[in-house]
């Protein structure tokens, strides 16, 4: 078999990998490494329905941006250059995998089903993940630089909307703030390339569409 045959058959190999692994994050509940951090919060009982709601309908879209975020890292990973990004990048998505997996935990505790869209947003996500990769490491870094960044201000919003008393929700929340601050700061310390402004205000408009659509349904 030819080098050149061996990097296909490799590059084939990681995308049937790739597939599996969206085809479990979408339709499947995985296992997680890390605690749940809700574990020790009171339970619901204090929640009105409106609040059980408001509640669920946060979730949903946090939910539906992990499933955004395992779709970018797994994208990324694909198309890096450099092994040791590709390590990290994959120690990264352990973290979102765990994230995806507590929103999905606190939507089933609220009765509520994730996005219908899910599909939708990995597959956007995992193509631009892709382009990301391919455009070289340090765009690619500074893609997920700012990614993270608009997430965090995306769950300080939720800390702030989210009910007093929904401690649960509150708690997932808060770590996953704590992991994604990290991600960006991994990534700027790692060189990532300051993104032009016309990119990200794509990427906020993205986001906009995905948190809309999520919300509701």
Not at 23 to 38: D, E
Not at 65 to 89: C, F, I, N, V, W
Not at 143 to 172: G, M, N, W, Y
Not at 192 to 214: C, H, I, R, Y
Request: hydrophobic fraction near 35%; charge should be negative; aromatic fraction near 6%.
């Amino acid at each position: 078999m030819s080098s050149h045959e061996i990097r296909h058959f490799s590059l084939a190999d990681s995308l049937v990998g790739h597939v599996d692994k969206a085809l479990n994050n979408i339709f499947c509940k995985q296992s997680t490494q890390r605690p749940y951090p809700a574990e020790k919060s009171s339970d619901d009982t204090a929640l009105s329905a409106t609040e059980k709601q408001q509640a669920a309908a946060l979730m949903r879209v946090n939910h539906a941006g992990e499933m955004a975020a395992q779709a970018l890292y797994h994208g990324q990973s694909l198309t890096a250059r450099d092994p040791s990004l590709k390590d990290k990048l994959y120690h990264a998505s352990v973290e979102e995998s765990d994230h995806l997996n507590w929103c999905r935990r606190r939507l089933d505790e609220l009765g509520e089903r994730p996005s219908i869209f899910d599909p939708l947003w990995y597959a956007g996500s995992f193509a631009i993940g892709i382009t990301a990769g391919v455009a070289g490491d340090r765009w690619n870094l500074g893609f997920l630089e700012e990614t993270e960044k608009q997430v965090v201000r995306h769950l300080d919003s939720h800390l702030e909307r989210l009910p007093e008393s929904d401690c649960r929700s509150l708690a997932i929340v808060e770590q996953m703030k704590v992991d994604e601050q990290g991600h960006a700061d991994l990534a700027h310390g790692l060189g990532a390339a300051p993104l032009p402004e016309p990119v990200k205000q794509f990427m906020q408009l993205t986001s906009k569409v995905l948190t809309s659509l999520a919300e509701r349904i």
